[in-house]
């Protein structure tokens, strides 16, 4: 708590209540933590539904997908500062008319697509047509016109140290991402490993199901858990192996409670930011496998869980290593959780975000 300070912070995101994702979650967190210290939190909920009753202890106001209309409301709102955790959509335009009206701005980083000038990743699963490569290309572009709304940043951060430094902004720092331990209780007649994200191209689902496949003699199932938000994936969740059962969207408790009960959690997405699911499998004592994504090394420098290096043979055979050595896979959960209930505290991190607000608005206020 800072005593006689007292910030009025904008948040500029989707609501977990519209969107549930880990961005989303973690705005969540960092709004109610604020609010516990003292602040005031006017969260813009982009996209989200005008006169629903979002049920938190700060201010939701619904704004559309436009940067104008995203700047209108803040300029409205005038607060002391602005987080933006949006991505790089409605993004060049709305900070520069925000930033030339007085407000600093910090910028989140929740993928390595936001500090990339050039991205270009056609989908991951499926056949590679035209439309694809178009789509592809049409994404590209805008990241790179969205690219120069940079200049118009006083901060930025990142929950992956391995994000920084990659976008022209003076200053930046590493701030974690912050989850609940919060768990509802979930039993499973079988042993089983969970992947848990929204089903779409760059998490990789796909991989997930073949590990199934190839893991039928292990008497393990592999549960999966997230909102089909790309619908080609459909048919493949349905027709996967008799080992394999997709359980559909789940709130971020019930998430927790399954991964409690798992023996690890798998993981199959591209790079991106910082994935939740390794915070909240980690705060319930349990290791992670992940395929192509080790954030800040942490998998292997702090024994964290496995990394496949994108090598699906490595990949498979380090899954069925965990399923045969339960006392490594339980020691590795454990030393885990350790690690994680202080690295991920959301009080130690919300302070840390504070003390950056105050800082640059002290830094603003001296002449």
């Known amino acids: 708590m800072t005593g006689h300070r007292h910030l009025k912070v904008a948040i500029v995101n989707q609501h977990p209540a519209d969107m549930l994702g880990g961005s989303e979650i973690q705005c969540d967190i960092i709004a109610r933590g604020l609010v516990a210290r003292g602040h005031q939190v006017d969260y813009l909920a982009v996209g989200g539904q005008s006169g629903r009753d979002y049920q938190v202890p700060y201010g939701v106001h619904p704004v559309a997908r436009r940067a104008d209309a995203i700047a209108d409301r803040v300029l409205l709102l005038k607060p002391d500062i602005l987080y933006w955790r949006f991505n790089k959509h409605c993004f060049a335009r709305s900070v520069a008319r925000i930033r030339r009206a007085g407000i600093p701005v910090v910028f989140s980083v929740s993928h390595v697509r936001d500090v990339s000038r050039f991205f270009f990743q056609p989908r991951a699963w499926g056949p590679l047509g035209f439309r694809s490569l178009r789509r592809a290309f049409k994404e590209g572009w805008r990241l790179y016109k969205e690219h120069g709304g940079f200049a118009h940043v006083d901060a930025l951060v990142s929950n992956n140290p391995d994000n920084l430094g990659l976008a022209p902004v003076p200053l930046q720092l590493h701030i974690p991402n912050s989850m609940t331990t919060a768990a509802e209780p979930f039993s499973w007649p079988r042993p089983y490993c969970l992947w848990?994200?929204?089903?779409?191209?760059?998490?990789?689902?796909?991989?997930?199901?073949?590990?199934?496949?190839?893991?039928?003699?292990?008497?393990?199932?592999?549960?999966?858990?997230?909102?089909?938000?790309?619908?080609?994936?459909?048919?493949?969740?349905?027709?996967?192996?008799?080992?394999?059962?997709?359980?559909?969207?789940?709130?971020?408790?019930?998430?927790?409670?399954?991964?409690?009960?798992?023996?690890?959690?798998?993981?199959?997405?591209?790079?991106?930011?910082?994935?939740?699911?390794?915070?909240?499998?980690?705060?319930?004592?349990?290791?992670?496998?992940?395929?192509?994504?080790?954030?800040?090394?942490?998998?292997?420098?702090?024994?964290?869980?496995?990394?496949?290096?994108?090598?699906?043979?490595?990949?498979?055979?380090?899954?069925?290593?965990?399923?045969?050595?339960?006392?490594?896979?339980?020691?590795?959960?454990?030393?885990?959780?350790?690690?994680?209930?202080?690295?991920?505290?959301?009080?130690?991190?919300?302070?840390?975000?504070?003390?950056?607000?105050?800082?640059?608005?002290?830094?603003?206020?001296?002449?």
């Open 196 to 367: 848990v994200a929204n089903i779409k191209d760059r998490k990789q689902p796909e991989k997930f199901v073949e590990l199934a496949a190839r893991l039928q003699d292990t008497g393990v199932d592999f549960l999966m858990v997230g909102q089909l938000q790309s619908k080609s994936y459909g048919p493949l969740l349905a027709a996967g192996p008799a080992n394999f059962h997709y359980l559909g969207e789940k709130r971020l408790e019930e998430v927790n409670g399954i991964l409690a009960g798992s023996l690890f959690l798998v993981h199959t997405c591209h790079p991106e930011g910082f994935s939740n699911n390794f915070i909240q499998a980690w705060l319930q004592g349990r290791t992670v496998v992940s395929l192509a994504f080790d954030p800040g090394g942490l998998l292997v420098a702090e024994g964290l869980g496995r990394y496949a290096g994108g090598d699906m043979d490595t990949f498979t055979t380090q899954v069925r290593q965990l399923i045969e050595q339960s006392d490594l896979t339980r020691q590795m959960g454990e030393q885990a959780r350790t690690y994680a209930s202080t690295q991920f505290a959301p009080e130690a991190n919300v302070g840390k975000l504070e003390r950056l607000f105050l800082d640059i608005i002290d830094s603003a206020c001296t002449p």
